[in-house]
């Protein structure tokens, strides 16, 4: 970490009513500064844990309530030694139109993760997410938006190290990459993902702070911080719509377990404790998932078409009428015609409603129609009576016979076991030859029909069926924001199950078109966006990259007029070009060649990710182990006793590592189902590293890798 780049002309407040230190040097002051926030910031704590809640709650549900949101609070408080409590400092030419600063010819702000104040309210850092922290990463010499100095900090191992400062009102003073900048986005990758709170880019901003009212997709090429983007869209929207979002919620959905484990710290390092994270697996767990489909099945199921038959089977339960509904009630009987119950039906089934809520209402219909014949024959019946009504024998029999429950498991479960059945429901929807493609009962198929849905051998594609079919019956409960993350690789009907938990809030969709590595992957944002149920939402495009090294990313881009040519190719604003190998080697000194590169990166800093076909797996793993060297499973944090992870390249997406060593390339592409799916495996693999890949190959490399 360099030392200060050069001493401010602007020195922290002296109006404060919190003492200063007397020293002459400015990195002393800003360590004592430090050393009075953490102070400050532990009092806060303190104060926490002190509060008395005895005597202020009615109950004991209040109590459990507000004791929790206390216990929330003080955990949120938490000084981390390891995590700078401030990164940044802004001095104002005038005082911003803040409350904060009201009546001041100018002021400083300390940029941090979390707001911290003194005893007397006076701030001494201020939250990131705050307005008058915008400049820290917007004002440049062009657009300095009132700024007259931006310093940064420099930490190492927690402790304030070093200082830079930029003076953005000095026409003297040139425009200029920041050293600590580069040196914080290039620090190695050791244990789970970290906030990059210190260093969003411009262009990151203004993504992070888009208002909660509307949908945003983001297009990023690897390296260019997507998801890191997301996350920090999270806890700015949490601090700028608190009480919204704490009645509606908030969900992060990620690819799989692994990724989930590798970010789940960013938010509680930025003080946000309760955002939920999930898998689209998790959303739709309606039912054990035993199975594997096949590829072609898998699209067929995952096809936006599959709701309409969903629809159709749905509906088919309903049968109109053929007997009159007959309400005895005492001496008298009420009769309401068969062609009545009719219409009743007809019109509930054109409103288009849910099929559960439609089922609800039938019988209060019904029982209207009785009360309109107690009132033609001279009765007074009131809303009691027509409770009373709906809840006779004879109306629930009819409700049953017209409009019986469903149970969408068993309904899924017939579909794909009842060709006959499928076949009427898929009419016009689905070709023969697809609805051959999803049967259980196909020869071939290796699944039989089951007798219960628990015994039925679901696969994922089959549960995602059984969420539609539940949203068609009663509608799912909408949160109020839901960030998809990898979402280039979901099907429409996927999509559709992500859009359901975001029906009435917003969303954040964050993806690379290139990356996309399923059979039925998304061309297009805008066709992704439409099955979300979110058309016409904004589409921002980031290509410039802070990860991956020009040369890594440069290589890696030669796939992309193979499997995504509408895209532009990412740039590097690393100034490094980082370390790059191809080792090419004989079949039977492959897994050799591969753990010497192993053992080469491992003399170096940071974290290794062996990242190898699905097959290659066992094979590397146990001449890792002959070997004596520790290998970790995805998702597993680093430390100083085992910094090699063993990556299969189906998990590969999402995870990042300062040295990567690439086996085999040829067997991660032939291990998918076709050879534009293989590629775009090949590309994310590709674009793990942060500084530095070897590939070791065997197998003649794909030719759109050759030397240009």
């Known amino acids: 970490m360099p030392s200060h780049a050069h001493h401010p002309t602007t020195e922290p407040r002296t109006d404060s009513p919190r003492p200063q230190p007397a020293s002459d040097d400015p990195l002393q002051r800003e360590k004592a500064h430090l050393a009075a926030s953490r102070s400050a910031l532990r009092a806060m704590r303190a104060d926490a844990e002190a509060l008395n809640i005895t005597d202020v709650t009615a109950n004991w549900v209040n109590a459990e309530v ?54 007397d309210g006076d701030p001494m850092v201020i939250d990131w997410r705050a307005p008058v922290s915008q400049p820290f990463y917007r004002a440049s010499k062009k657009d300095p938006m009132d700024l007259k100095l931006r310093r940064r900090f420099g930490y190492t191992g927690g402790e304030l190290t070093a200082y830079e400062d930029e003076h953005l009102t000095d026409p003297a003073e040139a425009a200029r990459t920041s050293a600590l900048l580069q040196s914080e986005i290039e620090r190695p990758r050791v244990g789970p993902m970290r906030d990059i709170v210190a260093t969003i880019q411009p262009e990151q901003d203004e993504i992070v702070r888009a208002g909660i009212g509307g949908t945003v997709c983001v297009q990023g090429a690897p390296g260019t911080g997507k998801t890191a983007v997301g996350l920090h869209r999270v806890a700015y929207l949490l601090y700028a719509h608190r009480e919204r979002l704490a009645r509606s919620g908030t969900l992060v959905i990620g690819p799989n377990r692994s990724f989930l484990h590798y970010i789940e710290q960013v938010l509680p390092a930025l003080g946000e404790l309760e955002v939920k994270q999930a898998t689209v697996d998790d959303l739709v767990g309606h039912v054990e998932v035993r199975a594997t489909d096949e590829a072609a099945a898998a699209t067929v199921k995952g096809d936006a078409r599959m709701a309409e038959v969903l629809r159709r089977a749905v509906r088919s339960h309903i049968t109109l009428p053929e007997e009159p509904c007959v309400v005895v009630r005492g001496s008298r009987r009420w009769r309401v015609p068969a062609y009545e119950v009719e219409e009743i039906v007809r019109e509930l089934q054109d409103r288009d409603i849910r099929y559960g809520a439609a089922r609800e209402a039938l019988p209060q219909r019904i029982a209207h129609a009785v009360l309109v014949r ?302 534009r799916t293989g590629l775009r495996r090949l590309y994310v693999c590709l674009t793990r590293p942060v500084s530095g890949l070897t590939v070791v190959h065997a197998a003649a490399l794909p030719e759109q890798l050759a030397d240009g």
């Open 66 to 119: 507000l004791q929790g949101e206390i216990d929330a609070r003080i955990k949120a408080l938490a000084d981390l030694s390891h995590t700078p409590l401030f990164f940044g400092r802004l001095d104002y030419l005038h005082a911003p139109g803040l409350e904060l600063a009201e009546g001041a010819a100018g002021e400083n702000f300390y940029i941090g993760r979390r707001h911290v104040h003194d005893a």
């Open 374 to 675: 107690m009132e033609q024959a001279g009765e007074a019946p009131d809303d009691r009576v027509q409770d009373a009504v709906a809840r006779n024998a004879a109306v629930k029999a009819t409700v049953k016979a017209v409009w019986p429950p469903v149970d969408p498991a068993k309904l899924v479960l017939r579909l794909l076991s009842d060709a006959e059945f499928l076949a009427e429901q898929a009419e016009g929807i689905l070709t023969p030859e697809e609805q051959k493609a999803i049967l259980w009962t196909r020869p071939g198929s290796g699944r039989r029909a089951a007798r219960s849905v628990k015994s039925a051998q679901w696969s994922a594609a089959d549960a995602v069926l059984i969420d539609e079919a539940t949203d068609l019956i009663a509608r799912t409960p909408s949160l109020g924001h839901v960030v998809l993350d990898e979402a280039q690789d979901l099907s429409p009907m996927q999509y559709r199950a992500v859009g359901r938990r975001c029906t009435t809030g917003s969303a954040t969709i964050l993806g690379d078109i290139a990356q996309g590595t399923t059979p039925w992957a998304t061309d297009t944002w805008e066709e992704a966006l439409a099955h979300l149920g979110k058309p016409g939402a904004a589409v921002e495009e980031l290509t410039q990259g802070f990860r991956v090294p020009r040369e890594v990313i440069g290589y890696a881009s030669r796939l992309l007029p193979a499997i995504a040519p509408d895209l532009t190719e990412a740039t590097s604003i690393r100034e490094s070009a980082g370390d790059f190998a191809i080792r090419t080697v004989g079949p039977a000194d492959l897994t050799a060649a591969t753990l010497t590169a192993c053992d080469d990166a491992l003399a170096k800093e940071g974290s290794i990710g062996l990242i190898a076909a699905e097959a290659r797996i066992p094979d590397l793993r146990s001449a890792l182990e002959a070997a004596g060297v520790r290998c970790l499973a995805p998702g597993e944090e680093t430390s100083a006793e085992a910094r090699l992870t063993l990556v299969p390249a189906t998990l590969a997406k999402g995870l990042e590592y300062d040295y990567v060593v690439l086996d085999e390339p040829a067997a991660i592409v032939d291990g998918e189902p076709d050879e």
